[in-house]
């Protein structure tokens, strides 16, 4: 074999292995752009159950709250009864007849507001207030020149807020005008 036909020879290999190398190139530069699109949905994929477990947590942790809430509003107004029944005895025991029995009752039911004060429960007033339909329930009305109409005038059973939410409507007895 002469040089020229070494070198023809040499060149069409080395044109044959260039275009063999390109190749591998643009099939590994494909490959690359595969492994990089599978890479990113699966970020993607990843970022979005981090995000689903994340919301999760977050509403099962309000619904914990949740539950615990109505489940102390459902202990408390049952509470209130007997607080109700603690008051109306309070409220019928003369002055000069404490006795041991009526010593024990008021303790039974300071304890009952050291109750409702730890778990941020409040009376609310009812009486010389506007009618609020979101705080009072009005059981009657009654015909008054004295007040207002639409101002409470007595106070059937008391109101209760637990923190800002109505506990319990106060039940009450609205003014009106005569007709």
Do not use: C
């Not at 070198?7 to 990089?36: G, V």
């Not at 539950?67 to 019928?92: G, M, P, W, Y």
């Not at 979101?134 to 637990?162: C, F, S, W």
């Amino acid at each position: 074999m002469n040089d020229e036909t070494k070198s023809a020879a040499a060149d069409e290999i080395s044109e044959s292995a260039s275009a063999d190398f390109q190749e591998q190139e643009d099939e590994r530069d494909i490959r690359i752009a595969q492994l990089q699109q599978e890479l990113d949905q699966t970020k993607d994929q990843l970022l979005r159950r981090t995000a689903e477990m994340d919301n999760m947590r977050r509403r099962h942790q309000a619904e914990s709250v949740t539950l615990i809430f109505e489940a102390n509003k459902r202990l408390i107004l049952e509470l209130l009864a007997t607080i109700d029944d603690l008051e109306r005895t309070l409220s019928v025991i003369k002055p000069d007849e404490h006795t041991p029995l009526t010593e024990g009752i008021e303790l039974v039911y300071k304890n009952f507001q050291k109750i409702l004060e730890k778990n941020n429960v409040k009376p609310f007033e009812a009486i010389g207030k506007p009618f609020d339909v979101h705080l009072h329930d009005a059981l009657m009305e009654e015909v008054r020149d004295d007040v207002e109409p639409g101002i409470i005038t007595n106070e059937i059973q008391k109101g209760y807020m637990m923190n800002e939410d109505v506990l319990r409507h106060a039940k009450v007895i609205v003014a009106k005008k005569a007709e």
